[in-house]
């Protein structure tokens, strides 16, 4: 996610599709006679989660995916939660936002974090994995239904030089298979942005290329209530991919975040993440001359 930049959170060049378990890890087939009602909702996460892409109008803040799904399930104000923050990664999640959550009891908890751990030197898939899995247990111990997402190939929206697609793809793979061994063992649903249809298009995307747009936050927002529906909750008002009730981002608006915080971002974590790309170039170096 560094560089040339067209577009906001981050990702990669293909590599060869590794083998994955399927993602809707729902154990049993619900009643559909008896669908289950959520009443209380909680979003964690990074920027994403917070809404950043859709902003509502008069300066009134971003809305996002998380108030999308609470109007399709019908959930109150009061009902609502969302502790995430910008910037923040899996450890974050666990440390910072899950007591909070604990405390809220939610029937679903919806968990969009871990690009941020991608551009970081320290970044480790096995902690990822472990911190993921402490999230789903803590919360599926009060009753909540939790869903993560893995991620997609964000290069096909977010150009980069080819080394870096090739280290940025790398640390995504190593990502969502953290992600999918604790998808497999917990047994629970997952979002997979790679597969969500439309998840391409630039118009799901905003200015940064980076998060959302309205119209990719209405996507997720389909996506993970078509997975509680699947696992059996009712969803009475479907969200609509129709967008309305949020802002189109002006041209100066545009370069405006790009200026002051987008091109900021994106060096802060570039020169992170670069010393990771570099191992990764010298190897493509050394395979070519062979």
Known sequence: MVLGVTVTSLEVTPCPEPSRPALKAVPSVPNLTARRRARRLVVLGDSTAVGLGDPLPRRGGWRGVGPLVAAALGVAADGYLNPSFTGARMHCVLGKQVPAALAHRPDVALVVAGMNDTLRPDFDAGAIAADLTEVVRLLGAVGTTVIPVRFHDHSK?????????????????????AIDEVVAREGV??????????????????????????????????????????????????????????????????????????????????????????????????????
């Open 157 to 177: 929206v977010f150009r980069l030089p080819p080394a870096l697609k090739r280290a940025l793809s790398a640390r995504v793979a190593e990502l969502n298979a």
């Open 189 to 290: 649903p997952c979002l997979d942005l790679d597969r969500l249809p439309g998840a391409y298009d630039l118009t799901a995307w905003s200015v940064d290329r980076l998060h959302p747009s309205e119209l990719g936050h209405r996507m997720l927002a389909d996506g993970f209530t078509g997975l509680l529906a699947d696992a059996g909750f009712d969803v009475p008002e479907p969200v609509s991919l129709t967008c309305g009730g949020g802002v189109e981002p002006s041209a100066t608006g545009h370069v405006g975040w790009l200026v002051l915080k987008g091109i900021p971002w994106l060096w802060r974590r570039g020169r992170e993440f670069l010393p990771y790309a570099a191992v990764i170039m010298w190897h493509s170096f050394r395979e070519r001359t062979r």
